[in-house]
């Protein structure tokens, strides 16, 4: 499975921006495809999931500090995943990764098998 994300960019505290992520080869393998971010100096930390059932999007996952503010969206293909960000804020900066597992429920980096490379997001204040 490759993975490329891209959509990051500047941005002021309150504004939105949409973060994609193309997916190629063996998606139909992978049930969850995610979101992480990492800011200087910190781990790397989980945003928001997105995971199949069948051929159709089944349910999201989020970190707390995101619930409400970002959402998840797949196709049905699972070549693509987006990350719609809405009200962002100074602490939201950081470099985007999407990502994608094998197994439900994943939240922990370790439990991610395929990684794209990052887009930076920064949110000015």
């Known amino acids: 499975v490759q993975l490329q994300a891209s959509g990051g960019g500047l941005v002021q505290a309150g504004g939105s921006l949409r973060l994609s992520c193309a997916a190629s080869?063996?998606?139909?393998?992978?049930?969850?495809m995610g979101w992480f971010r990492q800011a200087p100096g910190k781990e790397r930390e989980f945003v928001a999931a997105?995971?199949?059932?069948?051929?159709?999007?089944?349910?999201?996952m989020y970190a707390n500090s995101v619930k409400g503010r970002f959402t998840p969206v797949g196709n049905n293909a699972r070549n693509a995943v987006y990350l719609q960000m809405n009200s962002l804020k100074p602490e939201d900066t950081a470099v985007y990764y999407c990502a994608a597992a094998p197994k439900v429920n994943a939240r922990s980096k370790d439990e991610y098998d395929y990684w794209g490379q990052g887009t930076q997001v920064t949110v000015s204040s």
């Open positions: 997105i995971s199949w059932r069948g051929g159709s999007t089944y349910y999201d």
């Open positions: 080869g063996r998606t139909n393998s992978m049930i969850v």
